[in-house]
């Protein structure tokens, strides 16, 4: 990962995953294969099953995939943002209801998935850029939810 900016760390009452999100001009890659393929220790001693989990990665692969931007649309034509916004509406709200309807899984086991964001501005030489990193954080413990 090249971003300035890391995912923080998970401690031991939340689990923090890189995840790449979709963007206007490009797929995002979504959740990091260390986690993708794998269930975390953490999430299987509270009671989360490696079916269920497996379940849920691919629902947020699902919305992934309807989400793609259009790259190749933003470097020809002009009119591309009003096309892909609508769809980068859709793939907004679909990430939400996964996160809802993910959270409704968890909640009996105590915890609580969010969809995390940060950003910081990057000076290199004469260019400045602007670099986010994203990741989905699980609490695990129902005083860290309440956080």
């Not at 692969?61 to 259009?70: F, L, S, T």
């Not at 602007?130 to 309440?146: D, G, M």
């Amino acid at each position: 990962m090249g971003n300035a900016m890391r995912v923080p760390g998970s401690t031991p009452t939340r689990l923090n995953m890189s995840f790449n999100v979709t963007r206007c001009c490009g797929p995002g890659y979504g959740l990091d294969v260390e986690f993708h393929d794998h269930l975390h220790p953490e999430l299987r001693g509270r009671g989360l099953s490696k079916e269920v989990w497996d379940a849920w990665v691919e629902k947020l692969d699902e919305v992934q995939r309807h989400g793609h931007g259009c790259w190749h649309e933003c470097t020809m034509c002009l009119f591309c943002c009003c096309r892909v916004s609508g769809r980068m509406r859709t793939y907004q709200q679909g990430l939400r209801e996964w996160q809802d309807q993910f959270n409704e899984v968890l909640s009996p086991l105590g915890m609580f998935v969010k969809t995390k964001a940060a950003a910081v501005v990057v000076h290199r030489g004469n260019t400045t850029s602007r670099e986010e990193t994203q990741w989905i954080s699980i609490a695990l413990t129902p005083e860290e939810v309440a956080i």
